[in-house]
């Protein structure tokens, strides 16, 4: 089971930053950038959720809010990357 849910985190984080690189309407560089944005996102996010003590699972007052909080932000980490993708592949 553990391996199906790092493989369902690896299609919901990798594939986009994949995709981007992948395009051909941009400068080398800029898909690079682009493609570490839409990686790192959710490693940033989680990131910030760890160095919450309340998010970390250490709340001594409504655990079982703090609990729900972190869940929803977690899964906002994993479509982060697809928001981001359709974010920069936008025509302005």
């Known amino acids: 089971m553990r391996v199906v849910l790092v493989l369902i985190a690896f299609v919901l984080i990798a594939v986009p930053a994949l995709m981007m690189l ?11 950038g682009r493609a570490l944005v839409i990686f790192l996102a959710p490693a940033i996010a989680l990131g ?4 919450v003590p309340e998010l970390d699972g250490r709340a001594l007052s409504y655990p079982n809010a703090w609990t729900m909080l972190r ?4 899964g906002l980490a994993l479509i982060l990357p697809w928001c981001l993708y359709v ?3 936008a025509r302005r």
Do not use: H, K, N, Y
């Open 22 to 32: 992948s395009r051909e309407d941009l400068p080398r560089g800029r898909r690079i």
């Open 48 to 51: 910030a959720i760890q160095s």
């Open 87 to 89: 974010w920069f592949t």
């Open 71 to 74: 869940l929803v932000l977690s």
